[in-house]
């Protein structure tokens, strides 16, 4: 493989030399995604193309779930307006490209934050926002209980993602063979699946649970209790626009840190009036001048707070115990609760 | 007298680049070259522009690092810790295996098609026009997901064939059709001469070919009989032991048995297995294109003057010998180059493969790996230069093809 490398590297000095003699310029402007923003007035956030409890289209066309929430958040946050949103549905193959090109300026679509899609793929992640493993369901009457019974299983994945490359290491570590069958969405996948045209279907658990909660007998289905990899999943931005970056960090952490320090959608207008704790008074505004060091507003962070409520009021409306898909704090709750969730501290 | 004056040696001038006819043309061609050229390297120049401020470059390397992903079908071995360039390798196999499956069933169900479209029965006729005008009108993509989907909802699950009675059963006990593919036996070499299977079956085509060899020998030698004496010899007999007796003896010699598939925990075990996917992907790609072929081969036919066929019932022959000898013949001039462009249609209408999870090239190389490496640029011009491959060399074989069957104008 050196000498294509070698070669390309030839081609692009002569390249190059055409591009000075010819005196093209070919812009690309790289910063500026924050002044970008505030000029077009909207957010271009891309999302997944329908998944119940993270991005999905309700009734009235409006966009809901767990990972639209930080996009409305970010917005509110830039342009004070949590509807300022342009929602661009991103498959699995598609969102990266999008991302790089310029079409969205951040992505918020359960995508696992790796070494590669980090350092490679030239992404920031700004942080996690649902800390995720691979599972598996299967049909209960198949009678299995333990995913290392699955020998020979035929197995429904969605292309393009992190889990097909941990399904192949799961079944190898365990010597086990299985048959995959590649499916581009989850909407086939599901249909593929309740056929019986796959034994199994496996992708990160809060996408299984959100997947068996639109089945029509739910009960019908189990989860297995393997979860086989790390998926921390959360809102990413290009490398090197730090800025912009910096923006959706920490509209994130102040939802988070919202949550941990008792401020709700319920109370924050009577909180943004003053309290007697500094770092509450920090993230609102009314002391320091935090808001201003991100370019925004001194109450961004309360804006994003309004928008859809602190990170335990989003996590509860959109996949919480209490909605279809049903989904335990776990491994999201406070790290005071003895959750992962720990953001640092606002000053 | 008169006297010869040789023509003034013309000289060549500047302006005669433009005002001369002669050189005029060539002028704007080369100014037109010149633009595309240019705009050409723009293009590239911009790309690499672009790639250095996001700190990106093109690198193949990723080519030789292992994959990571399995694929369900590979005609090569092929392991998650293969490395992407055979994940390659296996996807431009799959590509070629149901391009030419498509292609063959295609021609098979275009020619005839085509020919009952222009038959004397009404119903027979009109069933053609309604098939022809069903399948090219509706976009193939649709085709391949109606198919698909029929298949995965009225077939039953390998489940339905478990238990003491079970909901579904295996025909002859041989072939199990199910919702994931069809499962049929497998023939086994238990005995290969020259050590492998794969050896064994080499022996086998080649058998195959010296018996197609030696049966078109024996045509040749019926037909200069029958120019000699005026009576053809009765030669069927020889050629069906042509065909199958070398055959039979080779697969004896080889201990031929059969693996039979059968229900082994999950699944059907055993066998071979055609997929869902492949059998949607080859069936669309077949009907939809053979409705094309179709129209190809009815106007290859209404091309030849009706004189030719009436020349030809004058002389006595039936009207399946006068489409055999006569017509097709005289018609294949005119439907063999846009016959052409149906192939590279269908080689490359295959790469919406995905849509069914068919792991072609496009999902392979354009796929998973495009989408596990993030090295876009690289994976499509890799793509982009095999489809051209390959349409060209279609296109180079089936020219080669036409200039056997065009009319020899001497």
Known sequence: MADNQEEVKMKKTVLFGALTAAGLAAGAAAAGTLDDVKARGTLNCGVATGLVGFATPDANGEWQGFDVAVCRAVAAAVLGDATAVEFVPTTGKTRFTALASGEIDMLARNTTWTFSRDVDLKFTFVGVNYYDGQGFMVPKDLGVSSAKELDGATVCIQTGTTTELNLADFFRINGISYEPVPIETNAEAQQQYLAGACDVYTTDASGLAATRAAFEAPNDHVLLPEIISKEPLGPLVRHGDNEWGDVVRWTLNALISAEELGITSANISEMSAGTNNPEINRILGTEGTLGEMLGLDADWAAKAITAGGNYGEIFEKNIGESTPIGLARGLNAQWTDGGLLYSPPFR | ?410
């Open chain 2, 1 to 410: 007298m008169t006297t010869m004056t040789d023509p003034p040696q013309e000289s060549f001038r500047l302006s005669m680049l433009l005002n001369d006819t002669r050189y005029r043309s060539y002028t704007f061609q080369f100014i037109a070259l010149l633009a595309l050229v240019m705009a050409i390297a723009y293009l590239m120049s911009n790309m690499f522009a672009n790639l250095r401020d996001q700190g990106l470059s093109l690198s193949w390397a990723f080519l030789g690092e292992p994959a990571g992903y399995d694929i369900n079908q590979r005609l090569i071995e092929y392991t998650s810790q293969s490395t992407h360039w055979r994940a390659t390798v296996v996807g431009v196999l799959n590509t070629l295996l149901v391009a030419f499956l498509a292609c063959v069933s295609a021609t098979v169900l275009g020619v005839i098609a085509g020919v009952l479209r222009l038959s004397n029965n009404w119903l027979v006729s009109k069933l053609m026009s309604a098939y022809v005008e069903a399948f090219r009108n509706v976009p193939v993509l649709i085709w391949i997901i109606i198919i698909f989907t029929i298949m995965t909802a009225v077939m039953p699950a390998p489940r339905a064939f478990r238990g003491d009675e079970p909901d579904a059963t295996m025909l002859l006990g041989l072939f199990a059709f199910t919702n994931r593919g069809v499962y049929v036996p497998a023939p086994i070499l238990g005995n290969p001469l020259f050590g492998s299977a794969a050896m064994g079956w080499l022996l086998i085509l080649l058998g195959l070919v010296g018996s197609f060899f030696g049966a078109k020998a024996l045509g040749a030698w019926a037909s200069a009989k029958q120019e000699l004496t005026g009576v053809r010899p009765t030669t069927w007999y020889f050629t069906l032991a042509i065909w199958f007796v070398p055959l039979i003896v080779l697969l004896t010699i080889m201990g031929l048995s059969w693996d039979i598939p059968a229900l082994r925990g999950f699944n059907f075990g055993g066998g071979l297995t055609i997929r869902g996917s492949l059998i949607a992907l080859w069936f669309a790609l077949a009907i939809y294109t053979g409705a094309f072929i179709a129209e190809n081969v009815r106007a290859g036919i209404q091309a030849i003057n009706k004189g030719q066929s009436e020349a030809a019932a004058s002389l006595g022959l039936r009207p399946g010998r006068i489409m055999n000898l006569v017509i097709l013949p005289q018609a294949l001039r005119v439907i063999i180059p846009p016959l052409i462009s149906q192939y590279l249609n269908i080689t490359k209408n295959s790469s919406l493969a995905i849509a069914v999870g068919y792991m072609d090239i496009t999902g392979t190389l354009g796929g998973i790996t495009l989408n596990q490496t993030g090295r876009a640029i690289e994976c499509v011009l890799l793509l982009m230069l095999f489809y051209l491959t390959i349409s060209l060399l279609i296109s180079a074989v089936m020219n080669v093809y036409n200039t056997s069957v065009k009319l020899k104008e001497r």
